[in-house]
Each structure stands twice: as C-alpha cells, then as structure tokens.
C-alpha cells in the first residue's frame, strides 16, 4: 500500500491510521483487520476489532487507539521525538495542535496541524517514517 501525503493529511482519525501507526512506526507485524459484521466479538463499540503481533507482548492483541488516545500518541511521541504544540495564533481555521518531526542529519522537518494531539501526532509520524 502506497500512500501520498495528501492521503495521509486527509485521512480521518480511526482504526485503519491506527493499523498503520502499529505496523509502519511501532514494529506490530501481522496486521489483522476483522470483519465489521462480528466486530462486537471483540468490543460493544468495534476499537479493539483490529489486532496484530505486538513486539513489545510477544502475542497478537489488538493495538492501541493511537489516533484518538493521546496516552496512546504518547508512544509514538516517544519513538520518533515528535514535538507537540497547541496552536491559538497563526494556525488553519479549527486546527488547534501542531506535530512537527525532524529528521537532523538531513533537517527535513514535518509539520502537520490538526484538530486533536493525537491526530496530529499520528500524521506527522507516518509522514517521517514513509519519508513523505
């Protein structure tokens, strides 16, 4: 799967980020993604319905939902040393956090702003590790 940087800054906050957040940042392997229809086997509210192999567990459980959960985020934050700033002046219109990465042997900097922590922590990841 081939992502542009427009797909990736214009993805929604939800599960299939999550999935990529896990596989592509976070080292999860065999990414699984279960049929919605028995979703509600694994969770009332479907979050949990994605799962994979954890490095860290040494097992498939689902992954967590980085996208949405800044405790989630913070992992990723940790990982690639993203800096996270709120945004009240100078930001796009309903953008109120700003993620910014950067790689300092090359200083290509990543910045991406968006409505939650989270969601801006998630883009400005798979932008940095897919060098986009």
């Given at each position: 799967m081939t992502l542009?940087?427009?797909?990736?800054?214009g993805m929604k906050p939800g599960r299939e980020m999550d999935a990529l957040i896990a596989e592509k940042v976070l080292g999860w392997t065999d990414i699984r993604r279960v049929n919605p229809a028995v979703i509600h086997s694994f969770s009332a509210d479907g979050n949990h319905a994605n799962f994979g192999f954890s490095p860290v567990l040494y097992k498939h459980v689902p992954f967590p939902l980085y996208s949405t959960d800044i405790s989630a985020a913070w992992e990723v934050v940790e990982k690639l040393r993203i800096a996270v700033t709120p945004q009240s002046i100078g930001a796009p219109e309903e953008l109120s956090y700003m993620a910014e990465y950067?790689?300092?042997p090359y200083v290509e900097l990543k910045r991406v702003f968006a409505k939650t922590a989270p969601e801006a922590?998630?883009?400005c990841?798979?932008?940095a590790?897919?060098?986009?």
């Open positions: 542009t940087r427009e797909e990736i800054q950067e790689n300092a922590i998630c883009k990841a798979l932008l590790v897919l060098n986009l």
